[in-house]
């Protein structure tokens, strides 16, 4: 941080170096100041006139200010000359007054008021700034670099959201002015003001080229839709910019909307052939879409390059029990239960596989075996419980059932078929036994 703070101190006096060379280079220009005279003013001034000139090209800083205090002593002496005293006194020695006197009774001192509001503003004195306001609002246009400036004074005199408002106004009414608009983008990204919104849909409106604007702007849009609708026509101008195919493929992915997540992270992938981040997002979107044409052309490739992760064997899986008989398919799901068998995923995909072969005793077998290797899997727990009610077995299944409370209490559908179970004539041996019981012991 004290680096950082010194480099700024750094660059404020190589700012403020740069100034004065300025000044002082142009207090010995090749213009002499006498052209702007009048013959009254050349009579009246005659003597100094020659000194003034000779000082000026042997660039004699000492002669020159001592012929200069002597032509500013003289009554209303031409303003030429109190300027370049006041600019001279300023670069030699830092000195302000003689500029501000200057400023005062000269309202046309353009240079002096340019020359003080960059002196206050490298010195940190912001607050003074506030007296040159309404000179930086009128000559802004011309002068964008005043952006900076007429901002600080206003916060530094307690009127930060004032300063946003007029800023802001200011882009509203000049749109057309690029660099304005960009200098006031700038500071109103930096210092986070409340019209920053309005000010990207301006920039967007008005300067469409402009990507990093664009895509700033989606990023500050509440609505997903509207988000989207701005990177789609980004996009289309702009259909192999990397950041643009990015940003919109993310997105639309974070926002569920996968099918339209599909062109820029296609135009992605062809860009970048080795990059398999976009070929990893198409999967993702795919398996969402349950476009499985789509992913048997790229699964190989992620699981080459990335392994066996879970979404990709979930995808495995449903290729592979595609077409398969029951055997078959019992032995696949098996080996991966074994391997997977915390995972809900692969739990519902077995159990939907073997649903297919419509194998009641098969399927019950399955649930078995699933819950002996995921005590936890309170789902699967719930089936059992259904599956031996169908088979009058009402003891077993409110075993199963009890698991599945006991690690959902919360969920309502198993609450219901207790009640269920608990309320039927049927079974009110059952239901007694089981209310009774003050250990029950799971098979």
């Known amino acids: 941080m004290n680096n950082f703070n010194y480099t700024i101190n750094q660059m404020k006096w190589i700012i403020l170096l740069t100034l004065f060379t300025t000044l002082f280079s142009n207090a010995f220009g090749s213009e002499p100041l006498n052209n702007k005279l009048s013959k009254k003013q050349i009579e009246l001034l005659g003597p100094f006139l020659?000194?003034?000139?000779?000082?000026?090209?042997?660039?004699?800083?000492?002669?020159?200010?001592?012929?200069?205090?002597?032509?500013?002593?003289?009554?209303?002496?031409?303003?030429?000359?109190?300027f370049q005293a006041a600019e001279l006194k300023y670069t030699l020695w830092g000195e302000t007054k003689e500029i501000l006197r200057a400023v005062k009774k000269y309202p046309d001192y353009f240079k002096?008021?340019?020359?003080?509001?960059?002196?206050?503003?490298?010195?940190?004195?912001?607050k003074k700034l506030k007296y040159f306001q309404q000179f930086m609002i009128s000559n802004v246009l011309q002068y964008p670099h005043f952006v900076r400036p007429l901002y600080l004074s206003y916060k530094s005199n307690q009127q930060t959201k004032k300063g946003h408002f007029i800023l802001f106004n200011l882009v509203n009414k000049n749109k057309e002015y690029r660099t304005l608009f960009y200098k006031i983008y700038s500071l109103a990204k930096d210092q986070n003001s409340p019209y920053l919104y309005q000010i990207l849909e301006l920039g967007f409106k008005s300067y469409r080229n402009d990507v990093k604007l664009a895509l700033k702007f989606a990023e500050t849009i509440q609505s997903a839709d509207s988000t989207l609708d701005i990177y789609k026509f980004i996009y289309y101008r702009n259909k192999n910019n990397l950041e643009v195919l990015k940003k919109g493929g993310a997105f639309a992915i974070a926002t569920d909307n996968y099918h339209k997540s599909i062109p820029?992270?296609?135009?992605?992938?062809?860009?970048?052939?080795?990059?398999?981040?976009?070929?990893?997002?198409?999967?993702?979107?795919?398996?969402?879409l349950n476009s499985m044409d789509e992913i048997k052309k790229i699964l190989p490739r992620l699981i080459k390059e990335q392994g066996l992760k879970l979404p990709y064997v979930i995808s495995q899986f449903k290729i592979d029990t595609e077409g398969r008989d029951l055997p078959k398919t019992?032995?696949?799901?098996?080996?991966?239960?074994?391997?997977?068998?915390?995972?809900?995923?692969?739990?519902?995909?077995?159990?939907?596989?073997?649903?297919?072969?419509?194998?009641?005793?098969?399927?019950?077998?399955?649930?078995?075996?699933?819950?002996?290797?995921?005590?936890?899997?309170h789902h699967i727990q719930y089936l059992l419980a259904k599956?031996?009610?169908?088979?009058?077995?009402?003891?077993?299944?409110?075993?199963?059932?009890?698991?599945?409370?006991?690690?959902?209490?919360?969920?309502?559908?198993?609450?219901?078929?207790?009640?269920?179970?608990?309320?039927?004539?049927?079974?009110?041996?059952?239901?007694?036994?089981?209310?009774?019981?003050?250990?029950i012991k799971y098979e």
């Open 330 to 377: 019992l032995k696949y799901c098996s080996q991966l239960l074994n391997q997977y068998p915390f995972n809900g995923q692969i739990q519902k995909l077995t159990v939907d596989a073997i649903r297919k072969f419509n194998a009641p005793q098969k399927l019950t077998n399955t649930l078995v075996n699933i819950e002996s290797l995921d005590p936890t899997a």
């Open 50 to 82: 020659k000194q003034h000139q000779e000082a000026s090209t042997q660039k004699d800083t000492s002669a020159l200010l001592n012929i200069l205090n002597n032509i500013n002593s003289q009554p209303n002496p031409p303003k030429q000359f109190v």
């Open 387 to 439: 599956s031996l009610l169908k088979k009058k077995k009402t003891d077993k299944a409110l075993i199963y059932l009890d698991k599945a409370i006991h690690t959902a209490p919360q969920n309502n559908q198993y609450q219901d078929l207790l009640s269920s179970i608990l309320s039927s004539e049927k079974t009110k041996e059952e239901s007694y036994s089981y209310l009774t019981k003050e250990n």
């Open 112 to 126: 002096g008021r340019q020359v003080l509001i960059q002196h206050f503003l490298v010195t940190g004195n912001y």
């Open 264 to 288: 820029y992270l296609k135009k992605w992938s062809q860009l970048e052939p080795q990059n398999i981040t976009p070929v990893a997002m198409l999967h993702q979107a795919y398996s969402q």
